[in-house]
């Protein structure tokens, strides 16, 4: 008998699992929804069309998602890790909460923000480092029915506005400042700096932790520390947790599209539920003791679903790490790995691409026997880094997922089931039950058969698909639902193999991917833009070592006979200032114009092969505008 009953044990079962989910949807989530903790069983498993959008699972139930996370556990694994937490610093001391420990932060946490008057269906914004009290927010909100935002500190006070103002949030949880690495990450003054654009904010919640001097603002700021005590002394740890319907929203995330403001992907509660443990069960083939190690931030999807909500939902200890890969040193990882006999360990390419490049010498004197299985998330993967992970770091013996997904899908929809269904280098290979994907042409044909490319879509819902984007519905139809009608469209390239087994090949649309985090073309574009002496540019990406794709702008500049070596470093400057550092332009190329149609459409198309060192073959140019702005352009490629 396995730990969850749903928990695919064979290849064959694996077989019989998704021959059900297709034939019998309803019937199939159905049965896995059953293994929670429902506090009204739900009426309909599925009403859906993809025309309006309009999904909606297991509606008429109700349920609280932190009970699944936390209060269900108490009786049979209450003292059991739920969270183990290192620090950036090697030296200070890690930290270890139980389920009951976990479960009493966050009711307690819970009581604060109702303290602050705050109810279900409110905003609030999450800007922390990696620390438990991060995960104890996250869930403090779920407790109450509040709406989480998280944003990831990498973003700038401008990005985090745009979150707060889209949102409309009320209060905001901040640090005074986060450790990375050797650099402090100033957390509580950027907020200051996004708060002059957000009126709807009345109350900012500060927790310690680099003790960096920071302005409290009377009236507004108050210590995380100042209101626990305020909640000891009323006496009463315990917090009920908020009923909340099944479709009742979980959280707002934002990410990047091909436009160039950010989207707020919503998801709510049951479905959201279901899929993040259905597939963290079977994808890591999680086993009860097993320590999970997932490198990502919880800024990012990746962080909510598998370090937070999928882990703790299937009673799993979930590992959390301050820091970065490189710091101290290049062995991070490893030694982390060696200190907590982690079994599972869940990172992105861009990671094992820059760890590779320090040479062995890193992973030498580490202790990796107790790793069973390896993942990889965020971006494809390619198979030289794909045999380093699986013979440097799993020995060979170690099943590798690639596991492909988006914020927009909540989980994970296509990947390998660790030892349980093939892997193959590059490969994110069979989709979950229950998900159905299928490649068209550019008119939206589906594209029959094996052995074929075309663009990735998915024609039938699974629990955890997005919602809607908050406060814009028919964005959400545009972006997902409008391009192939009747299908979800995921905005990736894929290919079939003979075997049936997809390959990720990237997006289609104007997203980057720098490093695993997405980043719109568009956005850097204006960012760029709002730099005095631009007059315009167009962004795009090219092949990158270690980033997997960087970020190209050719700019077109009139600010005045300047050098342009400091123009350039002013204008990475303004995107660092605008986006935040994740968005920071690799090359800058001077132009006098941009390759464009009669009709004045930028030629995308010529500045990517440019980018990409094709100097040939550009394809029909007979379009162009000025065809001698190519030849410029080509003469000055960085
Ligand atoms: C890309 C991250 C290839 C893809 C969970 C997708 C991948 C985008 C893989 C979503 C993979 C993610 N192989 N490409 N295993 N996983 N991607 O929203 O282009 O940050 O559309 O979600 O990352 O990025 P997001």
């Known amino acids: 008998m396995s730990y969850h009953s749903y928990q695919i044990r064979s290849r064959e079962q694996y077989d019989l699992a998704y021959k059900k989910s297709i034939e019998d949807p309803e019937g199939f989530w159905a049965d896995v929804a059953s293994n929670f903790q429902w506090q ?7 009403e859906w069309n993809f025309e309006e959008p309009k999904v909606r699972w297991f509606s008429g139930g109700q349920l609280n998602i932190t009970e699944n996370c936390l209060d269900r556990h108490l009786a049979e694994r209450g003292d059991q890790p739920a969270i183990v937490w290192e620090p950036n610093n090697p030296e200070e001391d890690y930290r270890v909460l139980s389920y009951k420990e976990l479960h009493f932060k966050v ?32 869930l403090a909100c779920a407790r109450i029915g509040v709406i989480h935002s998280v944003v990831f500190g990498g973003f700038s006070a401008q990005s985090i506005a745009d979150r707060i103002q889209d949102a409309q949030c009320c209060l905001v ?27 709807s904010v009345r109350k900012v919640i500060v927790l310690t932790r680099t ?21 000891e002394t009323q006496g009463n740890p315990a917090c009920t947790a908020e009923v909340m319907d099944a479709e009742d ?37 999680y086993q009860p003791g097993d320590v999970y190690f997932c490198t990502a931030d919880i800024g990012w999807i990746t962080g909510h679903s598998y370090i937070v909500y999928g882990p703790l939902s299937a009673g799993a200890t979930t590992l959390m790490f301050e820091g ?40 030498k004197n580490k202790d990796l026997s107790s790793l069973r299985v390896l993942g990889t998330v965020g971006e494809p993967i390619n198979e030289e880094a794909w045999h380093w992970y699986d013979e440097n770091i799993g ?25 349980i269904t093939p892997a193959k280098p590059a490969h994110a290979t069979l989709p979950l039950p229950g998900v ?137 400057q303004t995107v660092s200032r605008i986006i935040g550092p994740i968005a920071k332009p690799d090359k800058i190329q001077f132009v006098s114009g941009l390759p464009k149609t009669r009709s004045g459409k930028i030629m995308r198309r010529i500045l990517r092969k440019i980018a990409e060192g094709e100097l040939e073959n550009l394809g029909d140019t007979s379009t162009l505008l000025d065809p001698a702005v190519v030849e410029e352009i080509k003469k000055g490629k960085l």
């Open 107 to 138: 009711c307690q946490f819970a009581n604060v923000l109702k303290n602050n008057g705050l109810k279900k269906g409110d905003r609030v914004c999450i800007y922390m480092p990696m620390i438990p009290e991060l995960a104890i927010a996250v």
């Open 173 to 199: 949880i901040t640090a005074d400042g986060a450790h990375r690495g050797n650099k402090e990450i100033p957390l509580k003054a950027v907020i200051d700096d996004a708060l002059v654009q957000c009126p």
């Open 40 to 46: 009204r069983r739900w009426e309909k498993t599925l």
């Open 436 to 572: 159905q994907p299928i490649l068209v042409d550019e008119k939206g044909e589906e594209l029959k058969g094996n052995s074929i490319s075309g663009n990735l879509c998915i024609k039938f819902p699974w629990p955890s698909i997005i919602r809607t984007t908050y406060g814009d519905h028919e964005r959400c139809r545009q972006a997902y639902f409008a391009t192939y009608p009747g299908l979800y469209f995921t905005g990736d390239g894929a290919l079939r193999d003979e075997e049936g087994n997809y390959r990720i090949t990237g997006r289609v649309d104007d997203v980057l991917n720098v490093s695993g985090h997405r980043i719109g073309t568009a956005e850097v574009e204006n960012a760029i833009n709002m730099h005095t002496g631009v007059v315009e540019s167009a962004v795009v990406g090219y092949p990158h070592e270690i980033k997997g794709q960087g970020i190209y702008a050719y700019v077109v500049y009139n600010g005045g006979s300047h050098e342009m070596s400091l123009v350039s470093k002013d204008v990475v």
């Open 249 to 285: 929203m979980l959280f707002i995330l934002y990410t990047s599209g091909s436009t160039g403001k950010p989207k707020g992907v919503v998801h709510t509660c049951g479905g959201y539920m279901v899929f993040t443990n259905y597939s963290f069960v079977n994808v890591f083939q």
């Open 324 to 363: 970065i890969p490189t710091w101290p040193d290049a062995g991070r990882f490893w030694e982390i790995v060696d200190k907590f006999k982690v079994n599972i360990l869940y990172t992105a390419p861009t990671a094992i691409r820059s760890l590779m490049g320090f040479g062995l010498d890193f992973v």
């Open 395 to 419: 020995k060979g013996r170690c099943p590798i997922v690639d596991t492909w997904w988006q914020t927009e899908t909540g989980g994970i929809l296509i990947s390998n089931l660790a030892g």
């Open 211 to 231: 003790r960096v001097p920071v302005s409290m603002i009377k009236g507004r700021d108050s210590w995380w520390e100042d209101e626990i005590r305020k909640v």
